[in-house]
C-alpha cells in the first residue's frame, strides 16, 4: 500500500537531461518545501547515472563531446550553491579539479562528460535535507499504468514502482526498421547471408562501436552511411579503436583496419568548428527574440519567408562585419531591403570572398561539371575525393583562424549556435506553418547540422588524413547501394563519379536515428501509445499537415494523450518532445538562461506545485 504521508516522483532516464530534472527538482522542492518525506526514484536502463549510455564513462576517449567543455555545466545560471565551487560549475573546471590538461576550448572527451555529471549527480543527493530520499533503478520502464491517484511503472526485472509524478528524460531514441526502406533491405539480405555462412552484416545502431563491429575483419569493406558526427565515430572506431594512431597529419595503421567508404547524398563531409575565441555569445542586430514575438503576433510563420531572411541578413551582418570591419557591418545591418544589400556588397567584395548559404548548402556549387538537377559530375574517384579534399581543406583553414577572425565560421557560430533560443520561440507550440515547419526539419536542418553542429576541427584532419592514405574513400554524391544475391555482397556506386562501383561486405547506419515516437523500438513507448497515454505532435493548419515525430506535451511539459488532455502526472522534456520545440539534443550551457535547463526548471517547478495539491 503506498504511503498516505510520503511523496514520490520518477525520473525516467538519468543521463544528462535527467541530472539536471534531478538537480532542478532539489532546488524546486527547497525553495517550495512539503510538509511530508519525498522520494525521488532515478531510473536508468545503463546503469550510468549521469551520462546515459551516450555518456558512459567507460566507453574510448576517442570519442569527443562536440561542444568545448567551458560551454558545458549540469546547473542553472541560478544555482548559487551549485556554482559556488569551480569544480561543478562546468565541466571545464571539474577537469580541471581533477588535474587533466583541458583547456577552456578544448573538445573533452565524451566518457569525461558523463563522469562530470555523474559526479555532479552524486553531489546532489549528497546535499539533499533527511526529508529527501532517492532510489535509484539501473532497469528500464517497460509500462505505466494508473493506480488511484497515482502512477505504476513497471520496470524490466518485475519491480514496480509508484508515483505522483513522473519526467519522461529518455533521451536518443532507437527507432525499428521500417518496412521497404534501405534499412530493411540491408537488413534483409544480410540475415539470408549468414544463413548461408557469409560474414555480411547490417549494423542499425552503431554504438558501442568496437563491440558491434567486432566481426568485421582487415579484408572487408564497410560502407557507412552518413558523413556527420556518428559516422566520424564509426571511423574512428575501425581505426584507432584497433590500435592504429596518429603522428602529426600522418596515420599509423596497424594493419586490422577495413576500408571505409562514408557516404551521403551531398558526397560531402560534415564542416569542422572553428577554434572557440569568443568569450560571450553574438547579440542579434536583426533575428533577434524582439522581431520574432512581433511576428508571432500576428500568426503563423512561414519559415522560408518569414524566419530565414532574418538569419540570412543577420548572417551577413557578422560575416561582413568581420571581414570588412564593423562599420560596414552596421550599414548592411541598416538596410532591409535586399536589393540593397546586394549592391553594398557587389561594390565591396569580389564574388569568391562573398556570403552565400547556398554555398554552405552544397560545397561542390562552384564546380564545374554539373547535372541538370545540380549535382556536381566527376570523371573518376580520384577527380572526386581531390575536390572533396579541396572543400575540406578550404574549411579546416577557416576553422583554424577560429570564430571570430574567420568570416564564415564566425557567422556560423553568432547565428546558428547563439541563436538557437530565438528560432526555437519561433518554433515551439505550432509557431511555423506546416510547410514552414517542414523546411526547416528538412533541408534547413540538414545543411544546420552539417556546418554548425560539426566535429572538432582536430577529428576533421584526422578523417583527410585517412582519405589520403586510402584508409578512408567517400561515395560520391546521391550513392546508390544495392544487394548482390549472386556474389553474396552489396555494391555501391555514385551515378555522379565514373567508375565508382564497389564491392562491400558490412553496412553501418552512421546516422543518429531521428525522433519518431510511432516506430521507436522502446516497449514503454509503444505501450503509451496503445494506451493512448500518449501521442506524436501533429502541426495541422489550413488543411495541411506534418507529423515532426516526437511527442505532444502542453506548455508546461506535460504529455497529451490521444484524447487531446494533458496528463497531470506524466511530463516529457529534451529529444523526446522534438517537434513541438526544436533542437533538444544540445547539452546545458552556462551564463546563458540555457534553454536546456530552463525548460527543465519549468517542469520542477510545476511537479512540485502539484505535489502540494495531493
Not at 56 to 65: C, G
Not at 102 to 131: I, K
Not at 145 to 152: C, K
Amino acid at each position: 500500500m503506498p504511503d498516505a504521508e510520503l511523496r514520490t516522483i520518477c525520473i525516467v532516464g538519468a543521463g544528462p537531461r535527467g541530472t539536471y530534472a534531478f538537480r532542478r527538482l532539489a532546488l524546486s522542492l527547497e525553495r517550495c518545501p512539503l510538509s511530508v518525506p519525498v522520494r525521488i526514484h532515478l531510473i536508468e536502463k545503463s546503469g550510468h547515472f549521469g551520462g546515459g549510455q551516450v555518456h558512459d564513462p567507460s566507453q574510448p576517449h576517442y570519442l569527443l563531446l562536440n561542444t568545448v567543455c567551458s560551454q558545458v555545466t549540469a546547473f542553472g545560471d541560478d544555482d548559487e550553491a551549485a556554482r559556488e565551487e569551480p569544480s561543478r560549475r562546468s565541466l571545464h573546471g571539474y577537469l580541471a579539479s581533477r588535474g587533466l590538461s583541458m583547456e577552456p576550448n578544448d573538445y573533452p572527451p565524451r566518457a569525461l562528460h558523463g563522469e562530470y555529471l555523474a559526479a555532479m549527480s552524486q553531489w546532489t543527493e549528497s546535499v539533499l535535507p533527511d526529508s529527501i530520499s532517492v532510489e535509484r533503478h539501473p532497469e528500464a520502464v517497460i509500462d505505466m499504468e494508473r493506480h488511484g491517484d497515482q502512477v505504476l511503472l513497471r520496470l524490466d526485472s518485475g519491480r514496480e514502482v509508484l508515483a505522483d509524478q513522473v519526467l519522461l528524460a529518455t533521451g536518443h531514441s532507437r527507432n525499428k526498421i521500417r518496412p521497404d526502406t534501405l534499412e530493411d533491405v540491408c537488413a534483409d539480405f544480410a540475415r539470408d547471408m549468414r544463413e548461408k555462412g557469409e560474414n555480411i552484416s547490417y549494423t542499425h545502431y552503431a554504438y558501442p562501436i568496437e563491440a558491434n563491429l567486432e566481426h568485421v575483419t582487415a579484408e572487408d569493406t564497410v560502407y557507412v552511411i552518413g558523413m556527420g558526427l556518428t559516422a566520424i565515430d564509426v571511423v574512428k572506431g575501425l581505426t584507432l579503436g584497433r590500435a592504429g594512431r596518429f603522428e602529426g597529419d600522418r596515420y599509423l595503421a596497424s594493419g586490422e583496419e577495413p576500408h571505409i567508404i562514408l557516404g551521403s547524398r551531398l558526397g560531402a563531409p560534415a564542416a569542422a568548428r572553428g577554434h572557440n575565441q569568443r568569450l560571450k555569445p553574438h547579440q542579434a542586430r536583426i533575428f533577434t527574440p524582439e522581431a520574432v514575438a512581433e511576428m508571432r503576433g500576428k500568426g503563423r510563420l512561414d519559415f522560408s519567408s518569414d524566419i530565414f531572411p532574418l538569419i540570412e541578413w543577420e548572417m551577413e551582418y557578422v560575416y561582413y562585419s568581420t571581414l570588412l570591419g564593423p562599420e560596414f557591418g552596421e550599414q548592411l545591418a541598416g538596410t532591409p531591403e535586399p536589393e540593397e544589400r546586394a549592391q553594398l556588397i557587389s561594390a565591396a567584395v569580389e564574388p569568391p570572398e562573398r556570403f552565400s548559404w547556398q554555398l554552405l548548402e552544397n560545397p561542390f556549387l562552384s564546380w564545374p561539371k554539373q547535372t541538370m538537377d545540380g549535382f556536381p559530375k566527376f570523371s573518376s574517384l580520384s577527380e572526386y575525393r581531390d575536390a572533396v579534399l579541396e572543400i575540406m581543406d578550404q574549411d579546416m583553414a577557416e576553422a583554424d583562424k577560429g570564430n571570430r577572425f574567420s568570416p564564415i565560421k564566425s557567422s556560423i557560430d553568432a547565428v546558428l549556435r547563439d541563436c538557437r533560443d530565438t528560432l526555437r520561440m519561433a518554433v515551439r507550440h505550432s509557431g511555423l506553418t506546416p510547410t514552414g515547419h517542414r523546411y526547416l526539419t528538412g533541408p534547413f536542418s540538414r545543411t544546420n547540422n552539417r556546418v554548425a553542429v560539426g566535429p572538432p576541427l582536430s577529428s576533421v584532419r584526422e578523417l583527410a588524413a585517412l582519405l589520403r592514405q586510402g584508409v578512408v574513400s567517400f561515395s560520391g554524391p546521391v550513392p546508390k547501394l544495392n544487394a548482390d544475391t549472386g556474389e553474396r555482397v552489396f555494391f555501391l556506386e555514385s551515378p555522379m563519379v565514373e567508375n565508382s562501383r564497389r564491392m562491400v561486405q558490412h553496412v553501418v547506419n552512421g546516422r543518429i536515428h531521428g525522433v519518431a515516437v510511432q516506430v521507436d523500438d522502446s516497449p514503454l513507448v509503444a505501450r503509451l501509445l496503445a494506451k493512448g497515454w500518449v501521442r506524436p505532435y501533429v502541426n495541422e493548419w489550413q488543411g495541411d499537415v506534418y507529423t515532426p515525430g516526437g511527442l505532444d506535451v502542453d506548455e508546461q511539459f506535460r504529455v497529451i494523450g490521444r484524447d487531446g488532455k494533458p496528463n497531470s502526472r506524466v511530463s516529457a522534456v529534451g529529444i523526446p518532445v522534438e517537434g513541438r520545440h526544436w533542437f533538444n539534443a544540445v547539452d546545458a550551457r552556462p551564463d546563458v538562461n540555457s534553454t536546456a535547463m530552463t525548460q527543465i526548471a519549468a517542469w520542477a517547478e510545476g511537479a512540485v506545485s502539484a505535489l502540494h495539491d495531493v
